[in-house]
């Protein structure tokens, strides 16, 4: 099994910023991809940006040159900064991880965390 751990969720005011984490532990022999979504009550879960294991980034059009993803591969942690923060941001942020692992055989396989909760309020 693989564990995916999301940290750093709270609540911030407009304009304000969040860092965000994301673990993944267990047995993990590659990371093709780990990426981040969100959901809000009532909406379709989004995926926010994302970072290859080539370190191509990509990010949803709406967070585009205000969040920020990189990785640490030694610690298999992913972060999504996340800057000017608007209300419509508010969401519960979940990490996907995308990777080679033990599963009938090797196999690759994804993994979610259990979500981390963004509040933009004032």
């Known amino acids: 099994q693989v564990q995916v751990v999301e940290t750093g969720g709270g609540l911030v005011q407009p304009g304000g910023s969040l860092r965000l984490s994301c673990a993944a532990s267990?047995?993990?022999?590659?990371?093709?991809?780990m990426n981040w979504y969100r959901q809000a009550p009532g909406k379709q879960r989004e995926l926010v940006a994302s970072?290859?294991?080539?370190?191509?980034?990509n990010y949803a059009d709406s967070v585009k040159g205000r969040f920020t993803v990189s990785r640490d591969k030694a610690k298999n942690t992913v972060y999504l900064q996340m800057n000017s923060l608007k209300p419509e941001d508010a969401a519960v942020y979940l990490c996907n991880v995308d990777v080679l692992t033990v599963m009938d055989g090797l196999k690759r396989y994804d993994f979610w965390g259990q979500g981390t909760q963004v509040t933009v309020s004032s």
């Open positions: 970072i290859t294991e080539s370190d191509n980034l």
């Open positions: 267990g047995t993990i022999f590659k990371i093709y991809a």
